[in-house]
């Protein structure tokens, strides 16, 4: 028997697999004629000897030999129906990449051909219809590719806006347009500089796919089970390179996970192996240039067919290998291929990207659900589709919208300040301002299937998009919270006529909105509580109310008084000094600038020892200097000074007691420091026993990395230099 090395589950793992299976697998062993059922896997003694209770599960599902590819010359006629087909809307290079990698041509060429019914099958899309073939099996290292822009994870990486655009290669996907005759067909296309450049996108989607909702999804012990059962989705796309040839593969539009969880069982649930057997089979030599040679593609189809003879050789043996298992349930998988695409009115459909989006939707969500956030973020996009096609939302607009455009861009299209904050802002306008608020409303019930909404249901489904330029932002998870938990949705902007002010200078816009706001314009107000209240919420000012924060002193993390970030914007849009401060806090976001920081202002009239303050004066120091908010604490307090000072007498039964801010905080920066170094060195010592794994995953270290950096910048900017030290040494020898 064969022991098995491979790397990727943990023996104490099936400490707890159900004792149901267990006995299957011992009924199995001691029935006679069952011989061939025995694997290695059934009496391997784990990792670290023999042990009673830890030992792989029970084979499920015995793999099925698979036939060896046929030649292409046995192809024509599956081809032939497919083309015939007046569902589809394919060309010919779509076609024999769809025929190519079937299993069963002739299964296929029944289930494509249109006498004497018609098998493909009807899937309604906004806009039109998809038309896919019934379930069939396909080779896996035959022109299938994962999804090279997954909705499950693009949510994450920076947009256009962001001041850190991504440097993540992630082809966008376009509507493939026939030049002879200018017509849509079924087919994506995408543009890459080379086969290196296809390999490198195809490498970062397997990777965010595998890591997406921490590992939640890895499939790689079903698949070695039972192989893939659920059948997978796929659309035609093709591969443009910059040299003008071109390829066509398949790629995953619903099942990716399943896709490169059948890649992992192949090599041992190594997601880099994975990824380096999925190009090499699929893709071939990034080293050569333009499309794939009639050469490679039938040495592809030859390596193919060597591993479905050796699979089969090896099924009919008494024991089954780890390879086998491996091999005979990665050789095939069933799926339906998109073949066709039409509108409402009888035309070929023009937007095959929006239709396979709301197709992976429909299929996604219930079956496997993503993050919330990713349902939201495409929930959302698709909204903003139905909402341009209905006259809801302007082309201009739209573009933001989708992320498609930078900051400059945003403000040749529509005039705002070139600055990301009003992208945010942009997108509560487009869906909470009136007059299209109802419609815009009735859209998003629509689409995430709810009964009626409200200001917790909207800004739930808005904050992964409105907050899309701010990905990369310090703190955007905390931010994400803040505004789900209700924004800025206060009443003078939920479902209230508003603006977003032009101009060329984001300071001079700002200055301009205070001061509307401050005379009473109900519109000004209601785009002052966005812009500063987004601001707010992405500098940490405004958190979501998460538990008890309730403090009685002056910190970070606390408050003087419980409130929701809805609640406490409604309180300061209401007076003068909240809508300053509120004008403050976007002029330091938009400055980012450590010199400038947002000032504080009293927000009632009323008499502090013997002295008279007005609503909208600044708050001063004990040296006469306009104090700055720090902390949410201090936004808080301002807010609603009376309450603030009640709750602070109820929790502490005293007077608030003065701080020496600046030791408190050095003291956390050493504690920080100090924990991290002795953390970083506990784990460069495992790293010699369990590998670089032990510091977690490449885009955590350079998060890390990151932050380091930022604390060393700081403390060379502005902390103490040597040369002042030796100044002050000088002085005292002179002394």
């Known amino acids: 028997m064969t022991a098995l090395a491979a790397p990727w589950w943990d023996g104490a793992q099936w400490k707890q697999w159900p004792e149901c299976l267990c006995r299957r697998s011992s009924l199995l062993r001691a029935m006679p004629g069952r011989a061939k059922t025995m694997t290695s896997f059934d009496s391997f003694d784990g990792l670290d000897g023999p042990a009673a209770d830890v030992g792989l599960p029970p084979l499920l599902r015995r793999p099925e030999p698979v036939a060896d590819p046929q030649p292409v010359t046995r192809l024509r006629g599956a081809r ?37 019914v018609n098998l493909l099958t009807p899937r309604p899309v906004a806009g039109g219809t998809l038309y896919a073939t019934a379930p069939h099996s396909r080779y896996l290292d035959i022109d299938v590719l994962p999804d090279l822009n997954n909705p499950r994870w693009w949510g994450n990486l920076p947009t256009a806006m962001d001041e850190a655009p991504s440097t993540t290669l992630v082809p966008s996907y376009e509507t ?33 796919t595998f890591y997406a909702q921490r590992n939640a999804n890895d499939l790689t012990q079903s698949v070695l089970q039972h192989g893939v059962l659920q059948p997978l989705t796929l659309f035609v796309m093709r591969v443009v390179y910059a040299d003008g040839s071109e390829d066509t593969f398949l790629v995953a539009g619903d099942g990716n996970i399943r896709l490169v969880s059948m890649w992992m069982a192949r090599t041992g649930g190594d997601i880099d192996a994975a990824i380096s057997a999925c190009i090499a089979s699929v893709i071939g030599s990034t080293e050569q240039s333009g499309a794939r040679s009639r050469a490679e593609q039938a040495a592809s189809r030859h390596r193919t067919a060597e591993m479905t003879a050796r699979t089969r050789k090896n099924l009919d043996a008494a024991t089954m290998t780890e390879a086998t298992r491996r091999e005979g349930h990665t050789l095939a998988f069933p799926a339906a291929v998109v073949v066709g695409a039409w509108s409402a009115s009888g035309e070929p459909l023009a937007d095959l990207v929006a239709a396979s989006n709301d197709l992976r ?40 919208l989708s992320d498609a455009v930078g900051v400059q861009a945003m403000h040749e299209l529509l005039g705002v300040p070139a600055h990301r904050l009003w992208s945010a802002a942009l997108h509560q306008q487009a869906a909470l301002a009136e007059p299209g608020a109802q419609a815009m409303h009735e859209l ?63 300071f001079e816009v700002l200055d301009t909105v205070l001061a509307r706001a401050l ?52 309180m300061l849009s209401k007076t003068a000094g909240g809508r ?57 307090y301002a807010a609603d000074p009376a309450r603030a000072m009640a709750a602070i007498a109820r929790n502490s039964g005293g007077p608030l007691k003065p701080e020496v801010e600046h030791v408190r905080q050095r003291e956390q920066l050493t504690i920080g420091v100090v924990s991290a170094l002795e953390a970083a060195r506990s784990l460069a010592r495992m790293h010699k026993s369990h590998g670089p794994e032990v510091f977690g995953h490449v885009y955590a270290v350079d998060d890390l990395r990151n932050r380091l950096r930022q604390i060393e910048e700081i403390l060379l900017v502005f902390g103490p230099d040597r040369a002042s030290l030796l100044l002050d040494d000088d002085k005292e020898g002179e002394e």
């Not at 849509?184 to 296809?198: E, G, I």
């Not at 600044?618 to 720090?630: S, Y």
């Open 80 to 116: 032939k129906a497919l083309l015939a087909n007046p569902y589809t809307s394919l060309d010919e290079a779509a076609a024999n990449a769809i025929t190519s990698g079937a299993v069963e041509p002739l299964r296929l060429q029944a289930l494509a051909a249109s006498e004497p």
């Open 176 to 208: 493939l347009t026939e030049t002879a005759t200018g017509k849509p067909v079924a087919v994506l296309t995408v543009r890459v500089q080379d086969r290196k450049s296809l390999a490198k996108a195809v490498a970062e989607s397997m990777r965010r």
């Open 361 to 400: 939707a429909d299929l996604h969500v219930h079956l496997r659900p993503w993050t919330p956030e990713a349902q939201n973020a495409q929930g959302m996009q698709r909204v903003y589709r139905l909402a341009r096609r209905e006259g809801l939302v302007a082309p201009d607009v739209y573009q933001v």
């Open 444 to 506: 998003i019930k629509q689409e995430f299937g709810m009964r009626r909404v409200s200001r917790q249901h909207i800004s739930e489904r808005l904050a992964p998009t409105a907050l899309s330029a701010y990905r990369s932002h310090e703190g955007f998870e905390q931010a994400l919270r803040t505004f789900s938990n209700g924004g800025t949705l206060t009443d003078a902007v939920w479902k209230q006529p508003w603006e977003l002010t032009r101009g060329d200078d984001a």
């Open 519 to 570: 005379a009473g314009e109900a519109g000004a107000v209601a785009e002052l509580t966005v812009l500063g209240g987004t601001a707010a919420i992405l500098g940490g000012y405004i958190t979501r109310d998460r538990g008890s924060k309730e403090g009685t002193y002056r910190d970070s993390h606390t408050a003087p008084f419980r409130t929701t970030p809805v609640k406490l914007l409604e």
């Open 580 to 636: 300053r401060m509120l004008h403050s806090i976007a002029r330091a976001h938009v400055a980012a600038d450590p010199a400038v920081q947002p000032k504080l202002f009293h927000t009632q009239d009323r008499e502090v020892d013997g002295v008279l303050l007005r609503d909208g004066d600044p708050v001063l120091d004990k040296r006469g200097e306009q104090a700055v908010i720090d902390y949410e604490w201090d936004l808080v």
